[in-house]
């Protein structure tokens, strides 16, 4: 076979693969870096033996505001500008995150899934009414057809839950 015959499969990385690939590198991290039960505000600012009054006057507020900010990040009722302001008078970077449970082409290909499965449900009922067959390789083809198409403009897939 000479080279004008060669056939070359080029695979088209998506920015939903670029995005799976960096949240896998960030998942065994993720695993081990829980939360501290009082929150990492307080975690830090303890483990550099900084007072509560020293770290308002780095943030530029008061004593009590350092405390209720301390209570509120276990919580989850801290905001993300607070937060900020802590790490920087902690001499830390605040790095904020949404790491999905499961790949997002897994998220998607699922959703594809399930659309599919219920369109060929209305087709295979009308079918049956009409009293006609449908050819299972037929049906798996047109299926893995349908589920590629959805993944490739995955947007209809979330019009409902």
């Known amino acids: 076979m000479d080279a004008r015959n060669k056939v070359y499969l080029i695979a088209m990385v998506t920015p939903r693969d670029q995005l799976d690939k960096r949240f896998a590198e ?15 505000v307080r975690a830090i600012r303890e483990a550099l033996g900084m007072t ?3 770290m308002a006057a780095r943030m530029g507020v008061t004593q009590p505001r350092v405390v209720e900010l301390e209570k509120s990040e276990p919580t989850g009722a801290v905001t993300l500008q607070s ?3 802590a790490a920087e008078a902690l001499g830390c970077q605040l790095v904020y995150v949404l ?3 499961q790949p ?3 998220t998607v290909r ?3 899934i399930r659309a599919a499965e219920k369109q060929f449900a209305a087709i295979e009922q009308t079918m049956r009414l009409e ?3 449908v050819d299972p390789k037929k049906r798996i083809a047109a299926r893995e057809r349908l589920i590629t198409e959805l993944m490739q403009k995955p947007a ?5 839950r």
């Not at 960030?26 to 990492?40: D, M, N, S, T």
């Not at 209809?156 to 409902?160: A, C, G, Q």
């Open 131 to 133: 009293d006609q067959a």
């Open 156 to 160: 209809r897939l979330w019009d409902s």
């Open 110 to 112: 699922a959703r594809a």
């Open 104 to 106: 997002l082409t897994q």
């Open 26 to 40: 960030l998942r065994p991290f993720l695993a081990r870096a829980a939360r501290p039960a009082r929150g990492w």
């Open 52 to 54: 509560t009054a020293q």
């Open 99 to 101: 790491v999905p449970r």
């Open 83 to 85: 937060l900020e302001r």
